[in-house]
């Protein structure tokens, strides 16, 4: 049976090759296809969903932004995306500071409704400019400043769900009675009660979780299911905060339940005035003992950027401008960062920590960061993810082992330990992370294509778990155990909570429909990946250079799933503008990407010939924001053009191309027209060019002013020599037939203000040229 043949009516679904191929990958490396996509609007559509996907026995992926690191939002079901629609702010108590929300609310978008409020959702990852609630709450994600805000965990309330019985329910704290009163309930809900409960009375069960969970200073605990959370509340500890079974619910990455709104406790601002210390150091040690005596004082951030991080920053145009602040060749610099009312509070406490780590004879430069500067040092740190996946060659920065957290006093020797594993494998990791909370991003450079990279991967985790296991620290720190970790939840934690954790699922999900393979029962860790020896890699011929990327396949495949692409319009930067405007994750670039690797990897003759790839392509504005702004380097524009070319190598072009091929000569032919020309303002006119050149009704067709930037230009008076220096104006076709006035201000503005200003002529629209395809006729 289709899904989609008895898909309950009213739902919005995709199940097209081109959805499925969207969605066959998130932000790890991973790719499995899925059977199709749905796009719920409300609970009761997600309710709906649930109840057929129940009968039908198909498993549901929950997805939002799509940046997990561990695979979460792959899986061969119905991947249901959250993030299009069901994305709204529901109710504000700025009394209260409670927020509920969506799933689909991204976190910097809240935070932007809620300071006005004087408020905000302190927990923040390195994505949070596009991932979401929903998503962090399936991770109980973290980021930067957990030391001083903690996890999302820690400031969530309430979870409504539903439940694979296809009941709704609200999971939040309970008093004793409340308590009494959900065990006795005849419903769903108080079988899951009941059944937990008994868990949770088990005293081997204490004993266990007690034994093998993290050490107690570790906050980052990410691995399998909370029972030590549960196990800490009342009546399991009578002294405990009251039980919440949300708490579980947060961290279990879509498995137990499906989330449809959250309310979250607020905070009040920070203070205003912030500064980054930046001390940087000769060896990663000296930085690792560092953070030790840094954290001895009130911080709100302590970020650790090794020297490979920082040399591929220096690759990326987007942010060669942000290392400002790097002084000499560190092996390591951390990034504190201090808040206060007042400018010479916050100067206090930097020299506090300057004389701290001198003290210690710890760093040899300790600049300071303020004001606007303040976010090119963030932006730097949050573009690790991608910068790492523009390495030169074939080999990548790969996240297997990137997400282990220990108690910062065992830091220096777990990592010194790591280099050792590291070294065993003629390895060189990738230092970053959070420091200040234990978690560093551990990142080793394979190329899985080779069978040695690929063995290594696997070699390289488990030897990981068993160190994490070593020094009882937590196998996932905020990115989740997924499919990637929880195949080493046993070497970590043991059996017998293993088996704890699978009665978990059972009690929640007895049918196995959310999200299955993640956390318990999962697949190898090394199945299913987008890259590995026996995968394919075409190398079809291009008329584009693309060798430095391996072929065009891997200027595609240089995409690594980050979703900066994703980001909203309120934020800054350019890409991806259609995105931005449709919230759809084909007319992002990474949607792109991923379509053009999927499709070039189809055994037929000519790859590029795809009407569902055209598709995809069709909304880029080849506006090249990714050639600057992705930090994985894609440049969407290069592989458009060199698509259209090789589609119309088997395929008609249609009138619009050889219109705006020639728009020189046809314009400066309009111009011609003289009297005639209103007669193409006319509105039969306009509806016939409209109609031919395949434009849409509602925008008017600009006609030429009668005069041409050229031909006003050469009645100026001659460039004078200007005393500031020669400048080359260079005036596109568009500009010049249709709004002559502007270049003109511009040639006024710039020779008052002293240049000597040429205009030289170009032969032809190269620019749109190369937008269309035309490549040859662009050389």
Not at 21 to 47: H, I, N, W
Not at 280 to 286: C, G, I, R
Not at 704 to 733: C, E, I, N, S
Not at 745 to 758: D, I, N, P
Request: aromatic content about 8%; overall charge positive.
């Amino acid at each position: 049976m289709k899904p989609h043949s008895k898909l309950p009516p009213g739902l919005e679904a995709e199940f097209t090759p081109l959805a499925r191929a969207l969605y066959a990958t998130d932000a790890s490396m991973y790719r499995e296809q899925p059977v199709g996509v749905v796009f719920p609007k409300s609970a009761e559509e997600v309710q709906r969903l649930v109840a057929f996907a129940s009968q039908q026995h198909i498993p549901l992926i929950p997805r939002a932004a799509g940046t997990s690191l561990a695979g979460q939002c792959v899986g061969g079901g119905l991947v249901v995306d959250v993030s299009r629609y069901m994305n709204q702010i529901l109710d504000l108590d700025v009394e209260r500071r409670r927020v509920r929300v969506q799933p689909g609310v991204v976190r910097d978008e809240l935070n932007q409704f809620l300071a006005p409020h004087g408020l905000w959702f302190g927990p923040n990852t390195s994505t949070s400019n596009r991932c979401t609630l929903g998503g962090m709450a399936g991770n109980n994600s973290c980021g930067s400043t957990s030391i001083a805000y903690g996890t999302t965990r820690d400031h969530l309330l309430e979870m409504e769900v539903i439940l694979s019985s296809g009941e709704r329910a609200v999971f939040g704290e309970l008093d004793e009675q409340a308590f009494a009163k959900c065990l006795q309930g005849e419903d769903r809900v108080g079988q899951i009660y009941r059944a937990m409960h008994q868990l949770l009375s088990r005293e081997e069960v204490r004993r266990e979780v007690v034994a093998r969970f993290p050490k107690a200073g570790i906050h980052r605990r990410n691995t399998g299911y909370a029972l030590d959370v549960l196990l800490n509340a009342a009546p399991y500890r009578p002294d405990g905060p009251p039980l919440n079974l949300a708490k579980l619910l947060c961290g279990s990455e879509g498995t137990l339940a499906f989330t449809v709104s959250l309310t979250l406790e607020l905070s009040p601002l920070p203070p205003p005035e912030t500064a980054l210390f930046l001390p940087h150091f000769k060896s990663l040690d000296e930085a690792l003992r560092a953070v030790q005596i840094l954290m001895q004082h009130r911080l709100y951030a302590c970020e650790l950027m090794d020297k490979a991080l920082l040399d591929c920053t220096r690759n990326s145009r987007a942010q060669q401008a942000n290392r400002f602040f790097l002084q000499g060749a560190p092996e390591g610099v951390l990034i504190v960062e201090c808040r206060g009312q007042k400018r010479e509070e916050v100067e206090k406490q930097t020299a506090a920590l300057e004389q701290s780590l001198r003290e210690e004879g710890l760093g040899y430069a300790f600049p300071r960061v303020w004001g606007k500067e303040v976010a090119k040092v963030w932006s730097l740190r949050k573009a690790a993810l991608g910068v790492l996946a523009n390495l030169p060659g074939r080999a990548r920065s790969i996240p297997c082992v990137e997400d282990t957290a220990v108690d910062v006093a065992d830091l220096p020797e777990y990592v010194r330990d790591f280099s050792r594993i590291m070294a065993a494998h003629q390895q060189q990791a990738v230092y970053y992370g959070h420091a200040g909370a234990g978690e560093l991003h551990l990142r080793p450079t394979l190329d899985l294509r080779e069978p040695k990279d690929f063995a290594d991967l696997r070699s390289i985790s488990r030897a990981s778990a068993e160190l994490v296991a070593r020094y009882r620290g937590s196998l996932s720190g905020e990115h989740g155990d997924g499919r990637l970790r929880a195949e080493f939840i046993p070497l970590v934690m043991g059996e017998k909570i293993t088996s704890y954790f699978e009665q978990v699922k059972a009690i929640w999900d007895p049918r196995g429909l959310f999200n299955p393979g993640k956390i318990v029962h999962p697949p190898r860790m090394d199945e299913a990946l987008r890259i590995s020896p026996s995968s394919p890699w075409p190398e079809p011929e291009t008329l584009l250079d693309f060798s430095a990327s391996g072929g065009i396949f891997g200027a595609a495949q240089k995409c690594t799933g980050s979703g900066d692409c994703r980001k909203s319009h309120r934020f800054a930067g350019n890409m991806c503008p259609s995105f931005q405007a449709t919230r759809d994750e084909k007319h992002s670039t990474r949607g792109r990407a991923n379509a053009l690797r999927e499709f070039l990897q189809r055994p037929v003759p000519h790859p590029f010939d795809s009407e569902a790839l055209k598709e995809a392509l069709s909304l880029c504005l080849s506006c090249k924001a990714c050639t600057s702004e992705c930090p994985s380097g894609v440049n969407m524009t290069a592989l458009k053009a060199e698509f259209l070319y090789q589609y119309y190598q088997h395929h008609r072009r249609p009138l619009r191309d050889w219109f705006f091929k020639n728009m020189d000569g046809l314009f400066a032919l309009a111009g011609k027209l003289g009297p005639l020309t209103p007669l193409l303002r006319l509105r039969p006119a306009q509806w016939l060019l409209r109609k031919a050149l395949g434009l849409s009704g509602r925008r008017r067709l600009p006609m030429p002013p009668g005069h041409t930037f050229f031909r006003q230009f050469a009645k100026m008076p001659a460039a004078a020599p200007g005393w500031r220096g020669r400048l080359y104006l260079f005036v596109d076709p568009f500009t010049n037939y249709l709004e002559p006035e502007i270049p003109l201000a511009a040639v006024r503005l710039l020779r008052a203000l002293g240049y000597e200003v040429h205009c030289p002529k170009r032969p032809a629209a190269g620019r749109v040229l190369l937008s269309r395809g035309y490549l040859k006729e662009a050389r």
